[in-house]
């Protein structure tokens, strides 16, 4: 899962939300350092990482990008079911996109203070770029994916992620919802037995 789907998973608790956002920034024990609720949601974060790389449809996918991205086909596929939860946005949650961002900008700056040296460094362009809104179009997906090759270890294949993305866009669409069902299910029962 991307940026979006993990924000999206977290439920109404904006602690939550924050650290299930600041997860891959967060490593080992450091967690414990840490208000309880964004413990939570980097420990979210992490399940949730597990539940979708461990999963049947993940590998299949993985498997249209692997030509080209080998090892780095699941980092492709999470940015792909952004792609798809930003499409068709309207039918996980009654808030519009635009105003759910904007919310989720408010939140981040609003605890900037207390973010990873990591997150405090990206956030800032995230927003000025309107990263997470920009998920909704081929274009914005070409520019994250260029954008990961420069400064991650994602190979520079952008082409060819996109070209698959075009040709393959209703096999990728239904798999992805039929993934996500079952991701909110699974993301739902963490957050409950979280509370108990």
């Not at 635009?98 to 900008?105: A, G």
């Amino acid at each position: 899962m991307n940026f979006l789907a993990h924000l999206h998973l977290s439920g109404n608790n904006n602690n939550i939300k924050i650290g299930n956002f600041i997860g891959d920034a967060v490593k080992g024990k450091s967690y414990e350092n840490y208000a309880p609720d964004i413990q939570k949601g980097i420990l979210l974060h992490r399940k949730i990482d597990y539940f979708t790389d461990k999963h049947e449809i993940t590998k299949d996918l993985c498997k249209l990008f692997a030509e080209k991205y080998r090892k780095y086909s699941g980092i492709v596929v999470d940015i792909m079911y952004d792609y798809f939860l930003a499409n068709d946005w309207e039918k996980y949650s009654n808030q519009q996109l635009e105003h759910y961002i904007l919310d989720t900008h408010r939140l981040l700056m609003g605890n900037f203070g207390m973010l990873p040296f990591k997150v405090k460094k990206f956030l800032p362009f995230l927003i000025s770029r309107n990263r997470l809104l920009s998920y909704r179009s081929i274009e914005g997906i070409e520019s994250v994916l260029n954008a990961m090759a420069r400064y991650t270890s994602l190979p520079q294949h952008t082409n060819f992620a996109i070209d698959i993305l075009q040709s393959k866009n209703q096999f990728l669409k239904e798999n992805f919802h039929v993934f996500y069902a079952e991701i909110i299910g699974f993301a739902e029962n963490e957050l409950e037995s979280s509370q108990a």
